[in-house]
């Protein structure tokens, strides 16, 4: 077998190595983006990968019947490749993979369904893999085995890897995988979700989309998906209906869904619902129709939903609802994503996240107004995610903020936003010192949303 694996930059070289671990398999390696280190390609070239350049696709790449190209979904090639990035984690993984799996994607929410999901299997001991690194679980202990690792589908395989290195020195096993991915599934999942498509962009040169490259994640056994993202985007394609289950909390759609919330009551802490369960499908092929109640931490409807998406992803797994309260009860938020941050008698409402987009801002402002003597601060960091934010959408929308609620703008994002803005607002470089001109400013509920890695801001 020979095999050109295409884009060293999103974790390529893990499929390289991988490849080049089997027999009679001859591997290529072709850094698109050209952004290989010297010790990278030395790396790779003394476990026997061989490195391409970009005239060995144009020359031969198209008319070698024997070559494999594997490609990212996001890269543009002048001819589809054979197996995109994700659908090579499951060739590689397929057969070393025997606990359940549930894979996460979507524009928004990824990471705190992840976390949510982690608290309600946090008796199966389960391997994690989300923007915050991988960790393991053992007997209500966590283990990070990696921080600060990407999500594209090949970081799966290094969690995978992480986690036989220390099985090797203990007795049990993890009963459940649970990995984030980006641009979608890889087909090893038993449950995949797609969270949501709030803003649908643009990848591959144009030529393709995030909605688009998502819609790998119907290879697995039974789908989750938001109901507007279903509805508009997937429903047309018949092979999906027999395996997806929705959800959503609007009322005019709990005929059309499997998962429904109703008599929702939000507060800062902890929020409690109602939900109503109907012939939402399993992964052993049963239909489950319940209902119970919720509290957890969800203080807006974005956070909930995404709840719905980890509740909806647990039932068809086979979870009892009980399990999934006592779980969820125990989701207080993560740090940064969206946690709470208490200053005396301030609140602040973090919310830091590096592909904020200008619908999470919305959707954030729309929260806090709903709260006693409200502020927001907002800024960040260009260049943290491959899709940049709609500045021209943002102004906008910042200049039809009421005036009352004193606005703080930070880092370079708050900087290029405040020479735009025409309302009223107040520039802080340091991100804490911002939060204290809003609180100066009057604000008892303080909303920050930073665009930035979580990590980054650890020296605050």
């Known amino acids: 077998m020979k095999v050109l694996i295409v884009d060293m930059t999103h974790s390529g070289s893990t499929l390289a190595l991988e490849f080049s671990k089997r027999e009679n398999c001859e591997v290529l390696a072709w850094d698109i983006y050209h952004t290989l280190q010297e010790e990278d390609r030395s790396f790779l070239e003394n476990n026997h990968i061989q490195l391409v350049n970009d005239s060995f696709y144009a020359n031969s790449g198209h008319d070698n019947s024997e070559l494999v190209v594997i490609a990212p979904v996001h890269c543009n090639l002048s001819i589809p490749p054979h197996m995109t990035h994700h659908q090579a984690v499951k060739y590689l993984l397929k057969n070393e993979i025997k606990v359940p799996v549930m894979e996460i994607t979507g524009v928004k929410g990824k990471t705190s369904v992840t976390a949510m999901l982690k608290e309600i299997y946090r008796d199966k001991n389960p391997l994690l893999l989300s923007s915050r690194g991988v960790e393991v679980l053992f007997d209500g202990e966590e283990t990070t085995l990696q921080k600060n690792i990407s999500i594209t589908p090949a970081s799966i395989i290094t969690a995978w890897r992480l986690a036989q290195e220390l099985y090797k020195d203990i007795t049990r096993q993890p009963d459940i995988c649970i990995f984030e991915s980006s641009l979608g599934g890889t087909g090893l999942a038993d449950v995949g979700i797609i ?266």
């Open 195 to 460: 969270t949501n498509i709030v803003e649908d962009y643009t990848i591959a040169q144009g030529t393709s989309s995030a909605s688009k490259a998502k819609q790998q994640m119907f290879a697995s056994k039974v789908i989750i998906c938001d109901h507007d993202s279903y509805r508009k985007i997937y429903s047309l394609d018949p092979a999906t209906r027999e395996k997806t289950n929705t959800y959503s909390i609007r009322e005019n759609e709990k005929n059309q869904v499997n998962v429904w919330a109703h008599n929702i009551h939000y507060q800062l802490h902890k929020t409690t619902f109602q939900v109503e369960v109907v012939d939402l499908k399993t992964t052993d092929g049963k239909l489950v129709n319940t209902s119970f109640t919720v509290s957890t931490f969800a203080p807006a409807q974005y956070h909930l939903e995404n709840t719905l998406s980890a509740i909806s992803a647990s039932l068809a797994m086979g979870t009892p609802p009980k399990t999934i309260i006592r779980g969820l009860e125990n989701f207080k938020g993560l740090p940064g994503r969206t946690s709470l941050l208490k200053m005396g008698e301030t609140v602040v409402i973090e919310e830091i996240n590096p592909g904020i987009n200008v619908t999470a801002v919305k959707r954030s402002a729309h929260m806090i107004k709903s709260y006693d003597k409200p502020a927001i601060v907002l800024g960040g960091s260009y260049g943290v995610t491959c899709e940049e934010i709609d500045e021209n959408s943002l102004v906008e929308f910042l200049d039809s903020l009421d005036e009352e609620i004193p606005l703080v703008l930070t880092g370079d994002l708050g900087y290029n936003l405040n020479k735009q803005i025409n309302r009223g607002s107040i520039y802080q470089n340091n991100i804490d010192l911002a939060v204290g001109e809003a609180k100066n400013a009057g604000g008892k509920n303080i909303l920050l949303i930073y665009r930035s890695n979580f990590s980054e801001l650890g020296r605050r």
